[in-house]
């Protein structure tokens, strides 16, 4: 096709497909804070995720049949009998449990750097119901493969539904399709699984990047680029988020596809934590597991389930963990965004926060001992004591001043320099002296010296002191 015809389509397409303006509103003439750091990377590393949960799940969706009776031989079937078909259930599982992580891990800066709050509240209430489809996702797809640890995870988890009052017994009656867990709920839950979640993921993912590209992203510093602007209406902090951010995403992604692949390749069931072992039995509805628990990214809210001795208010308590998240920019009563900038009390709040998140998420995976019951209730409190306090402790808190233009770290080249000084104290040269063992050979002539490095006990005191107190610092 010659040049010019092919340009001529290119221009009826783009006279009736704002393709180019899209790319220019959203990409090249985005302008992002010019002072990302790794916290940023991710929100991309969430979309790639995305992108893989859809095109393996359609690949397995290929082989796979939403029948109780031929469920998990189809499943065996995929990873023995299909070409590649173990590569592509791995990528499939194993990005479950990494969406999670960079979801987590997306939420958790945003509650650092303050991205929730005005004008960013509805940024953050999408994220929140991109984060509830996602499990409602993961819970039904958890389902699929029909081995024991599906079967009664399921049964256990959508039992909880019958404790609410006066609609409890018919909505999880619905929600199974039969009276206990069967053929009909494995096809309600494959429906919405491949169908229904997914659309709505879709629509809410979009709506997240409309809503953030209309306001502005946040930064470290917490500071609005908007309000410095050149004659030309450029923000002076802000760089066009392509090429600089596509390019550094682009690392982000390389370093991410190497721990990836690593775990498809080398421990994709993680010790039974990406997949339990129980679930490569298959589903025996007269036989239940010794320890029944949910997979590793619900047991935090697990864990609060079974902390809560009443049933009902269990249920209370694991809803409301999550919907508490949802109310944050208004609970949140301090004007200052950035945890650069805040008191200590909130930096306080967010590490005890975050130790009650990870310690409910083990003890999640644990059996329900009274004594990790107790341990539970604990961290519980501390859970939603983060929350519930907040109006109060962020009043009180001591902040910072807040720069009117943005900070900029040093670059990895920069800091080389400082690491090579920081190495040089914590460590120090000395000689080694080896000799023939042979007292024949004992001679000056058959000694060898070499100069070898060796940890120094005074500068590695002293370099402590200093990350000590610069920590202190951070804290007042």
Not at 272 to 301: C, Q, R, S
């Amino acid at each position: 096709m010659k040049p010019s015809r092919l340009s001529a389509y290119g221009e009826w397409v783009l006279d009736r497909f704002p393709l180019a303006s899209l790319w220019k509103d959203h990409m090249t003439h985005y302008y992002a804070p010019k002072n990302f750091n790794f916290w940023y990377f991710f929100g991309s590393l969430a979309l790639l995720v995305l992108v893989n949960q859809f095109i393996t799940g359609i690949l397995l969706t290929m082989n796979y049949k939403p029948d109780a009776k031929l469920a998990f031989d189809s499943v065996e079937y995929i990873m023995r009998d299909v070409s590649w078909g173990w590569l592509v259930r791995y990528m499939h599982s194993t990005g479950a449990s990494a969406f999670f992580i960079v979801v987590y891990l997306h939420m958790f800066r945003g509650i650092m750097y303050g991205s929730f709050k005005q004008p960013r509240e509805l940024i953050w209430i999408f994220g929140m119901l991109i984060f509830v489809a996602l499990m409602a996702e993961a819970f039904m797809g958890y389902l699929l493969p029909w081995g024991q640890m599906s079967y009664w995870g399921a049964q256990v988890i959508i039992s909880l539904f019958s404790a609410i009052p006066v609609i409890g017994d018919e909505l999880s009656l619905w929600i199974r399709g039969d009276y206990v867990v069967s053929d009909a709920t494995l096809n309600r839950f494959f429906a919405f699984h491949v169908i229904a979640v997914p659309l709505v993921l879709v629509m809410l993912v979009f709506m997240h990047i409309v809503a953030l590209h209309e306001v502005g992203s946040n930064n470290p510093d917490g500071i609005d680029i908007k309000k410095v602007k050149d004659k030309n209406g450029i923000p002076l902090d802000g760089i066009p988020f392509h090429p600089y951010y596509t390019v550094k995403d682009l690392v982000g992604v390389g370093v991410f596809l190497i721990f990836f692949a690593t775990v498809i390749f080398y421990m994709p069931e993680m010790g039974g934590y990406f997949l339990e072992h129980a679930n490569f039995i298959p589903a025996d509805p007269m036989k239940t597991p010794e320890h029944i628990a949910p997979v590793w990214y619900f047991t935090p809210f697990y864990a609060i389930l079974r902390a809560i001795p009443d049933k009902f208010a269990g249920v209370i308590g694991m809803g409301g963990a999550i919907v508490v998240l949802f109310l944050l920019p208004w609970l949140d009563r301090n004007p200052v965004r950035s945890i650069r900038y805040r008191g200590g009390i909130y930096k306080k709040a967010l590490a005890l926060f975050v130790i009650s998140f990870i310690a409910l998420g083990y003890l999640g995976t644990q059996p329900a001992t009274p004594v990790a019951t107790n341990v539970a209730r604990v961290f519980t409190v501390i859970y939603f004591g983060f929350f519930l306090l907040m109006p109060l402790y962020t009043r009180w808190e001591k902040t910072k001043p807040v720069p009117e233009r943005l900070t900029v770290e040093l670059s990895f080249e920069e800091q080389i320099p400082a690491l090579i000084e920081t190495f040089e104290e914590i460590t120090e040269i000395k000689p080694t002296v080896i000799t023939a063992t042979d007292d024949h050979h004992n001679h000056p002539a058959f000694r060898s010296v070499f100069f070898s490095r060796r940890p120094n006990p005074e500068g590695m005191r002293n370099v402590a002191t200093r990350l000590a107190k610069k920590l202190k610092e951070s804290l007042d």
